[in-house]
Every structure is written in structure tokens, then in C-alpha cells.
């Protein structure tokens, strides 16, 4: 499938290799704005045809990028692995900006989720959110119900029954 017209990923990198960023906190936090800028400053673009009486017309809108954190990834060249691995072994300055940028970046997808900007069930998936229903009774057990069913056989047995009850 080839590239949108416009697509301007290829221009997406970071300026410092992996190691130099986390070594600093600040240069950590300043890759993840730049990253977070660019998405801002390059929307997608969405086209829509319509037909009209005189041919198709298509209609460009801009449409908000969504951050992500395999994307900001890709953009400091680090595989997704070593970001977990980093985040257990960094020290706690680096460990706090990196859930900061993690925090960025699930606040912008579930307020993009909320305002329609972004598909809501993606998202909610995307952040592990769930809308749960208990199928189990207590300690897991299975939801038990009782049905008494009675058969009746005459009129007279239904009557009876009906007054009885």
C-alpha cells in the first residue's frame, strides 16, 4: 500500500541517539515535545469523495494526529523492549519523565477519545480500560438460579393453583 500523498513521517526523527537522551532527563523531555509537536504540526488529511452533478469532488480535511508511544519510539530509535528495560533500571529522575511521557500521551488519546476526535473503542483498548460485567458469583463461582417449573395437567389443577399462590 503506498504512502498518502502529503505523508510526512520520513521526516520524523530525533536529533540524539538513544544512550545521550537517557542520560538526561531534560534531553528525554525535550525529544518527547519535539516528538509531540510534530504530531501537532503535521495532521493527517483525510479525503472524501462527492459526487456531484458535473463529476467527483474531493473534500481535504486536516485530522488530528494521535501520540503514540510506539511511534515516539520509532522517533528516538529505540525498540519498545528497551524502553521497559530502561524504565526498570534508569534512575528516578529519567524513570518519572519517562511515565510522564507515557502519561502525555494516554491523556491526549483518551481526551481525543472523549471530544470524538479519535474511535473511542480503539482507544479504550489501546489503554487497557474496559467496561467489565460480573458473570461470576462470589469467589468466581458460577451464578446460580432457580427455576421451579410444575406441570398442570387440568383446568380445575390451574384454578387451584392460582388461588393457592
Keep these: 500500500m503506498p504512502v498518502p500523498d502529503g505523508n510526512q513521517s520520513w521526516e520524523l526523527r530525533c536529533k540524539h541517539a538513544p544512550a545521550k537522551l537517557f542520560a538526561s532527563s531534560r534531553l528525554l523531555w525535550k525529544a518527547a515535545t519535539g516528538y509531540f509537536r510534530w504530531c501537532d504540526n503535521h495532521p493527517w488529511v483525510t479525503r472524501k469523495n462527492k459526487q456531484k452533478a458535473n463529476g467527483t469532488e474531493t473534500d481535504e480535511a486536516p485530522v488530528q494526529r494521535p501520540y503514540s508511544l510506539a511511534a515516539f519510539l520509532l522517533y528516538i530509535a529505540l525498540p519498545e523492549a528497551e524502553w521497559e528495560q530502561r524504565k526498570q533500571t534508569s534512575g528516578p529522575e529519567v524513570r518519572h519523565t519517562m511515565e510522564r511521557i507515557e502519561s502525555v ?6 481526551e481525543g477519545a472523549l471530544t470524538g476526535a479519535f474511535n473511542a473503542s480503539l482507544v479504550a483498548r489501546k489503554l487497557g480500560l474496559a467496561d ?4 461470576t458469583g462470589k469467589d468466581g463461582t458460577p451464578l446460580a438460579s432457580t427455576v421451579n417449573i410444575r406441570v398442570v395437567r387440568t383446568r380445575e389443577e390451574a384454578k387451584r393453583l392460582s388461588i393457592d399462590s
Design 105 to 110: 500521551i494516554d491523556t491526549q488519546l483518551l
Design 132 to 135: 467489565k460485567q460480573e458473570h
